[in-house]
């Protein structure tokens, strides 16, 4: 069974970086896109930034120009930058990726734990 592992949560004072990553594990045949989501509390679950196979990135208005998507096509990981880190960001941060188990599978959308990022001074 394939699973996502969130990591680089943590506590970090406003204007500070942190750098999450989510790793993948068990058999994948192919693997699409991945993204980042992040759910504050009291609030729906809101994109954050996605990125394709190919590298083509999107970004929520909000993060952009702060945040960076990245990820190792040959690891299966995916990474967020954060910088410039504002009271607002903070939330349980979820990695996603849209993959196939096995050549005979349909596409999945499979979903991390989760990783609590907060920013405070």
């Known amino acids: 069974q394939v699973q996502l592992v969130e990591s680089g949560g943590g506590l970090v004072q406003p204007g500070g970086s942190l750098r999450l990553s989510c790793a993948t594990s068990g058999r994948i045949f192919s693997l699409n896109a991945m993204g980042w989501y992040r759910q504050a509390p009291g609030k729906q679950r809101e994109l954050v930034a996605t990125?394709?196979?190919?590298?083509?990135?999107n970004y929520a208005d909000s993060v952009k120009g702060r945040f960076t998507i990245s990820r190792d096509v040959a690891k299966n990981t995916a990474y967020l930058q954060m910088d410039s880190l504002k009271p607002e960001d903070t939330a349980v941060y979820y990695c996603n990726a849209d993959l196939r188990r096995e050549w005979y599978n349909n596409w999945a959308t499979v979903w991390g734990q989760g990783t609590q990022v907060t920013v405070s001074s």
């Open positions: 990125i394709t196979s190919g590298g083509t990135t």
